[in-house]
């Protein structure tokens, strides 16, 4: 495939964060496997069918490039340590009982394995479920990775593991993260964006999650920019980093962290591109401004771009395309507008089970995805018009 041009058909570039509702027939598929009522080759299936069905579906909305819709996974954060998220296909060096990566608003968490020795590696790259994906679309397609930061959540906070030093295993999430996105462009991504929501969460300081209260932020940032380090200005134009304040069961992790607590921060990481929730936010403006403020020009040889979330993805409610249009318009009144993207406010469903309640449904809640993205990328399209951006 040639390069990948994201101004082309919309004049303002537009792009997903990847994930979509898993259909309630993968979903049953998803639990009858880990009951061992059926096989993996038989998962697969169900998987396969959804992936058909998304890559078909995402290309009838118009938008310039698509994703497989991470049907194939476990969660956006666990698809390189386990197959389910009840753990059937865990990590050999892995546990039960881990960290709590989040606790949502709605009181739910969300807890990961726990490293039990070293030494750590991936059982899978995202490029392996893209290679199976990609054959079935006639678009460019972007292929979502896990953050070393979150990976880095997997060690204890406060004991060392056995004969297995923070400091080996950071190497390690470095290198493997490195790894799973040069694996997705040589199978063919044209885009590739690191999933970073627990940035946004690292300055919660919830008594129930001690990670969170522990600092980490700063050392988050450090660990992606060992990454971003790995790869030249011209590969990091289409590197770029996803910020929200989470998203599961219809429900946000740190929407009530102020936004101001990463965005300064955040731009430090030498991405070229930032997929940033901001439809959801309450009060949108002093965002737009903290972007316009800290969006770097030359951030080692390039200049970043921001992608402005338009769609709520917890909302059943579609946005229209005007409205969209009014975000964007709004936006460059901050952002240079040669600088802004748009996107959704994170991908439409981060864990493969996921019920999906303010939607009533996850089959419901693909269709709205799909009406939602649609709106998007014609609202996207009335915005460059507007502001003259081709
Ligand atoms: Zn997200």
């Not at 919660?204 to 790869?231: K, Q, S, Y």
Request: hydrophobic share 35%.
């Amino acid at each position: 495939m040639s390069q990948y041009d994201p101004r082309t058909s919309t004049g303002i570039p537009t792009e997903p964060v990847g994930s979509l509702p898993r259909p309630t027939t993968l979903q049953a598929a998803y639990a009858a496997y880990d009951k061992g009522e059926i096989s993996k080759a038989q998962l697969e299936g169900e998987q396969e069918e959804a992936v058909k069905d998304s890559v078909q579906r995402f290309e009838a909305t118009g938008s310039p490039i698509i994703s497989d819709g991470e049907q194939r996974w476990s969660s956006f954060a666990t698809y390189p340590i386990t197959d389910t998220l009840a753990g059937t296909g865990l990590a050999p060096m892995l546990g039960p009982g881990g960290q709590f990566f989040a606790i949502f608003a709605d009181g739910h968490g969300r807890q990961l394995p726990r490293l039990e020795r070293g030494p750590f590696e991936y059982r899978h790259y995202a490029a392996e479920s893209l290679a199976k994906s990609i054959p079935y679309a006639n678009r460019p397609m972007k292929q979502a990775v896990i953050a070393p930061s979150m990976l880095d959540l997997l060690y204890p906070l406060k004991e060392p593991v056995d004969g297995y030093s923070r400091e080996d295993f950071e190497a390690a999430i470095v290198d493997e993260c490195e790894r799973d996105i040069r694996k997705a462009f040589e199978a063919g991504a044209a885009r590739v964006s690191v999933d970073f929501t627990e940035g946004r969460l690292a300055t919660r300081e919830d008594p129930r999650n001690p990670w969170t209260g522990a600092g980490l932020l700063p050392h988050f940032i450090e660990l992606n920019n060992r990454v971003m380090a790995r790869f030249t200005a011209e590969e990091r134009v289409n590197i770029g980093i996803h910020t929200c304040p989470g998203g599961d069961r219809d429900s946000v992790h740190s929407a009530d962290v102020p936004y101001n607590n990463l965005l300064p921060e955040m731009f430090k990481i030498n991405a070229g591109y930032f997929l940033i929730q901001l439809a959801s936010e309450r009060d949108r403006d002093p965002v737009y401004q903290s972007i316009s403020e800290n969006l770097r020009d030359d951030a080692e040889g390039v200049a970043q771009m921001a992608y402005i979330g338009t769609c709520v993805t917890q909302s059943p409610r579609p946005e229209s395309a005007q409205e969209i249009c009014d975000q964007l318009v709004r936006a460059a009144n901050f952002i240079d507008r040669q600088r802004i993207g748009s996107t959704d406010d994170c991908g439409f469903s981060p864990f493969s089970i996921d019920e999906k309640p303010n939607h009533g449904s996850p089959d419901y809640a693909r269709d709205v995805a799909f009406q939602k993205i649609t709106n998007r990328v014609t609202g996207t399209r009335m915005a460059a018009e507007k502001l003259g951006v081709s």
